[in-house]
Structures are given as structure tokens and as C-alpha cells.
């Protein structure tokens, strides 16, 4: 039984035909097919039932493949672990970002990374926290920015930086007389927030004080991004709550309809984060110095004013 063997079985289990399995990895099919033969009589079980179309793994198949998975995983895993020991920034890492986040911090050091390490792989995806703490317990991530606590002890975060929120109010409204403005005075009837499962609304609420309060949702419009937030603001009456890195590039029209917080200034603590798979260490601390060193100089400040707003 060789490791090879079961990575054809699990090809041809993912793609339901020999031929197309065999084509996946860049073998003939009758070599395929010899090497899962001596496997099936290896063990003296029949992994697929080559009578239907398209093939089935039998019943007995089914529990084969998924130990296979289990050993080609291990397997995977040890190979990082290798890497690792030995020092080397090489291989596929794949990195998972959060919406709000990945526009304004992905740009900033995606190049640098890409120019210092030509060894690594770099697979970048944008989803929601929830999806993307599945994925990392799961094993199907390694890594991912995201903002924190995640109260999840599965889960390693080491710390990026701190990012304070604006607010950003529409053209005509009445807080703008302000230079800045108390939480206090913010109204979530007036609010524009991204919809259900975004991080940055949870904190929005938290930070309107309506934590008890019963949404209702006719009062909101609810958008998948902070652009067409911004868009909505300034065609309408209201605000909405921004993150630091998503003003910086704004025009000089739009900057005049941001205000900082009195006093006590609320931040989320952005983190990287990675699950009980992680292998890839040296990958990960080559990510995490990189990001360090390209963020801007102003989220590098600490604050004895800042107040960190958590995820509930």
C-alpha cells in the first residue's frame, strides 16, 4: 500500500470516472487502474463498484476513502512539519481575509510578500468570520485576518495592530456641525450597516448601545460591502461606522464627511489567525513580518484612550 495508490483512489472518488481521474494526476489509466487494483487486493476489499456509471465506491469503499483522506492529510501534514524544521518559506499557504478588512490591507503588503518569498504560493480568499473559522478547524485554511477575540481556544490570534473607526455621515447631516462626536449621539435608526454575518455590523450595534434593542429592519438597508455603504451615506440622511484603513484613500470630498469619536475611541483588534492544523510556521511568521512592516504608521501608535470593541 503506497501513498500514491491512495491519492488515485481519492481522485477517482472526487471525479466519478477513471479516465478523468487518471488525467488529474498526470498518469495513463491503465496505470491508474493497475495501482488501484493491488491496493484493493492488498486489502482484500473492492473500493469501487465499476459496474455503474458514473463509478461508486461501495459501502466498505466508502470507510477506505475516508481513512484515506485521513493519511493523505497526516501525510500532508508531516511534509510541512519538515519544511518547517528546517527553516524553508516554500509551498502553497492558503490565506483567508475577511471583507472588510482585504481591500484596504491585502494591497498594502500582498507585492512585498510575493517579491521576498518566490517559494511560497500565496492563495488568497475573502469570507465571512463564521466560514472562515470552520475552514481553519477544518483544515482547509491555514491562516487568516480577521478581527478579534473569536473566544474560540481551537484557535491560535496572534496580534497585527489596532484600528480605530470614523464616522461617516451623510453631506447634510446635522452631526457634521460637530468636530467630533460622542457615541451617545449616534442613532441606529440612522444607520447603515452591512448585513447579517459581517463582524463590523455586530461591533456597529455593540457600539450604538442597542445590544437589547430589537432591530427593526425596515429601517436599514443592508449591503454586502463598505463601498456601497459609503455610496448609500451620501445619497441619503445617516451615517455608518468605517475602519482607519478604509478612509485613507478617500477623496478630499469625502474626508470632509468623517468624524473621530470623543474621548474614548473604539478600535478592533485585527489578528492572524491560525487553527489546530497549522504546520506551516515558517510561512506564517514570514506573513506576519511582512504585514508588520508595510502597515501604516499611524495604526503602529498605541493609545491609552483606545477602547477595543469585542464580537459578541
Request: glycine share 4%; proline share 5%.
Amino acid at each position: 500500500m503506497t501513498l500514491t495508490q491512495l491519492n488515485y483512489i481519492i481522485a477517482v472518488d472526487r471525479c466519478r470516472n477513471f479516465a478523468q481521474a487518471a488525467k488529474e494526476c498526470f498518469v495513463t489509466q491503465p496505470t491508474l487502474s493497475m495501482q488501484i487494483q493491488k491496493l484493493e487486493d492488498y486489502l482484500q476489499i473492492i473500493v469501487f463498484d465499476r459496474t455503474k456509471t458514473p463509478v461508486e465506491p461501495t459501502p466498505m469503499g466508502l470507510k477506505v476513502l475516508e481513512y484515506a483522506r485521513k493519511v493523505m492529510h497526516g501525510a500532508h501534514e508531516l511534509e510541512e512539519l519538515a519544511k518547517s524544521l528546517r527553516g524553508e518559506i516554500a509551498g502553497e499557504f492558503i490565506l483567508a481575509v475577511i471583507p472588510t478588512i482585504a481591500p484596504y490591507v491585502l494591497p498594502l503588503f500582498v507585492q512585498q510578500f510575493v517579491e521576498e518569498y518566490p517559494e511560497v504560493e500565496l492563495k488568497i480568499y475573502e469570507h465571512q468570520t463564521d466560514e472562515i473559522m470552520r475552514l481553519l478547524k477544518d483544515g482547509k485554511i491555514d491562516g487568516a485576518i480577521l478581527a478579534v477575540p473569536l473566544e474560540d481556544k481551537s484557535l491560535h490570534e496572534e496580534h497585527l495592530f489596532m484600528e480605530p473607526f470614523k464616522i461617516f455621515l451623510s453631506p447634510n447631516h446635522e452631526l457634521l456641525k460637530k468636530k467630533t462626536i460622542d457615541e451617545k449621539d449616534l442613532n441606529l435608526k440612522q444607520a447603515w450597516l452591512l448585513k447579517e454575518g459581517h463582524c463590523l455590523r455586530a461591533q456597529a450595534l455593540q457600539l450604538c448601545q442597542y445590544k437589547n434593542v430589537k432591530e427593526d429592519k425596515h429601517l436599514f438597508f443592508e449591503a454586502g460591502s463598505l463601498e456601497t455603504l459609503i455610496n448609500m451615506v451620501k445619497a441619503s440622511q445617516g451615517f455608518t461606522l468605517l475602519p482607519y484603513l478604509a478612509t485613507v484613500n478617500m477623496s478630499a470630498v469625502d474626508q470632509k464627511l468623517l468624524r473621530d469619536f470623543k474621548c474614548m475611541v473604539p478600535v478592533r483588534d485585527i489578528s492572524f489567525v491560525t487553527g489546530p492544523h497549522s504546520m506551516k510556521k515558517s510561512i506564517e511568521k514570514a506573513l506576519v513580518k511582512v504585514i508588520g512592516k508595510n502597515i501604516p504608521k499611524e495604526l503602529k501608535k498605541s493609545s491609552a484612550k483606545a477602547e477595543v470593541l469585542s464580537i459578541q
